[in-house]
């Protein structure tokens, strides 16, 4: 069973970064992107959240594009790593709108079972 473990988060103050990982535990077959995905603080724990950000997967036969929210363009990249079974999140310039827990599942569909996630503060 593929495990999603994120590490990374904490509280910043607006306008500083912060650097997210997320390692899966073994090779994920047939997946072709992965992402991150924000859930709003307070929100009900049972919605998926937000999907950020999103790129493929090394060797993935599909479109080599990363995707981004609107809200996150120019300050946030995402980057796989497959032969480590990482995937990262930088956030640059961190806004309070930005707070939330982070969570990484495959993209656009999270069919993975869920981890903990890493809660991100920003401070204004």
């Known amino acids: 069973q593929v495990q999603l473990v994120e590490s990374g988060g904490g509280s910043v103050q607006t306008g500083e970064s912060l650097r997210l990982s997320c390692s899966y535990s073994?090779?994920?077959?047939?997946?072709?992107?992965m992402g991150w995905y924000r859930r709003a603080p307070e929100s009900d724990p049972k919605v998926d959240g937000e999907?950020?950000?999103?790129?493929?997967?090394?060797?993935?036969?599909?479109?080599?594009?990363?995707d981004y929210a609107e809200s996150v363009k120019g300050r946030f990249t995402i980057s796989v790593d497959t032969q480590k079974n990482m995937v990262y999140l930088e956030m640059n310039d961190l806004q309070p709108d930005d707070a939330g827990i982070y969570r990484c599942?495959?993209?656009?569909?999270?069919?993975?079972?869920w981890g903990q996630g890493t809660q991100v503060t920003v401070s204004s």
């Open positions: 599942n495959g993209a656009p569909i999270p069919f993975i079972k």
């Open positions: 073994t090779r994920i077959f047939n997946i072709e992107r």
């Open positions: 999907l950020v950000a999103s790129a493929p997967v090394d060797g993935a036969p599909i479109d080599g594009r990363t």
